[in-house]
């Protein structure tokens, strides 16, 4: 259930991007199976940044990853702008999930020997992208979170904070018309992490080079955060949980 939904000034309802038609997800079998996702239905439009909140363990990333390509659904499907997941074969999901999907996560999964712009660059290296034009296009990438001057240096070399950045650099360097983000401030202070979630805020209200609005998606507990969304859906052992509509309000409020 929607708890919190304000529309994107000056614009009506978006194009649906994602769209779960009763999602289920389980693992392990006999004694040990362990369902994360109970029959998900469920709608995400382009031009919102939606977050999934609930406590640890309840199916957000589980969901997350049906959406975004990265686990096929036990039963019923998730589409991406119309095109069911299960359609397709391997090699076409990862060619799909590579054109059209970004993905930001909590450990940032940077690759140590790399630099920050050769990092950027890696989603446009796997997709046939020459090495010096990826680059140069990761250094703009870098330019937009704040760190174009440090295109150059490691990992190691960089705080969390700014490896986070890199890791959103990475994420929207392709121009992805979907963002899926896992607990991305999770491993930030509070300062840190809202600057952060200000630049995937901001990536929910830029355009891919035709021009089209992008859905931004974010497993979040952290409800420092709450304030950037236009939609919040909540969860609840696999379900997307009803509940009293001021439950988030005063949360999103509370630290906006």
Sequence with gaps: MTFLSKPREGQGPGEVAVTCDRVTKSFGKGSALVTAVRGVSVEFNTGQLVMLVGPSG???????SVISGVLDADEGDAALFGVPWKSLSRDKKARRRGELVGFVFQQFN??????????????????????????????????????????????????????????IARAIVSKPRLLVCDEPTANLDAKTGQSAMELIHQASRTTDDQGRDRCVIV?????????YADRIEQMEDGRLKAAPEDFVLQEARAHH
């Excluded at 309840?58 to 997350?64: A, H, V």
């Excluded at 010096?132 to 070399?157: D, F, I, M, N, Y």
């Excluded at 497993?219 to 304030?227: E, K, L």
């Design 110 to 167: 940077l690759l140590a020997p790399l630099t920050a712009a050769e990092n950027v660059a890696v989603p446009l290296l796997l997709r046939g992208m020459a090495f010096s034009e990826a680059v140069e296009r990761s250094v703009e990438a870098l330019k937009q979170v704040g760190l174009g001057e440090r295109a150059t240096a490691l990992p190691r070399q960089l705080s969390g904070g700014m490896q986070q950045r890199v890791a």
């Design 219 to 227: 497993v979040t507990h952290d409800n420092r955060v709450f304030h």
């Design 58 to 64: 309840c199916g957000k990333t589980t969901l997350l």
